[in-house]
């Protein structure tokens, strides 16, 4: 992606998912990152994370009293800035917040953020 974080406008999107992997020990370092993250919260718009891109969403203040799935290294991140009912797998919806614990829930996660943004699939 080629743009500049100043100039992104939240309302031009619907939704950012935060990938996981190592990307987010490096996102969370950027102000403009973390403050862009809670700039969509505060909007309303649907925020997704896998895995360790709950760094970015614990950075940006939007784990407090919420639900979050994560592992181990990742619940210990989501517990000690509040987040609530952790769990080891899957994903969960809490609000306009979706988080999985890893890449394996992906469907699952997919599954949230298309029922959240009223997405429906047939064939």
Not at 18 to 44: D, H, M, S
Not at 71 to 84: D, E, H, K
């Amino acid at each position: 992606m080629t743009v500049d974080w100043a100039n992104i406008d939240v309302d031009d999107y619907e939704c950012l998912v935060v990938p996981g992997g190592r990307l987010p020990e490096l996102l969370v370092t950027k102000e403009e990152v973390v403050a862009l993250v809670a700039k969509f919260a505060a909007k309303g718009k649907v925020v997704g994370s896998i895995d360790q891109g709950h760094l970015v969403l614990a950075a940006a203040g939007l784990l407090k009293g919420k639900r979050c799935m994560g592992r181990v290294p990742m619940r210990v991140i989501s517990n000690l800035t509040g987040a609530v009912g952790v769990e080891p797998e899957g994903a969960v919806t809490d609000g306009k917040l979706v988080t999985a614990a890893s890449w394996p829930d992906l469907a699952e996660f997919i599954a949230h953020l298309m029922d959240l943004l009223g997405i429906t699939v047939s064939f």
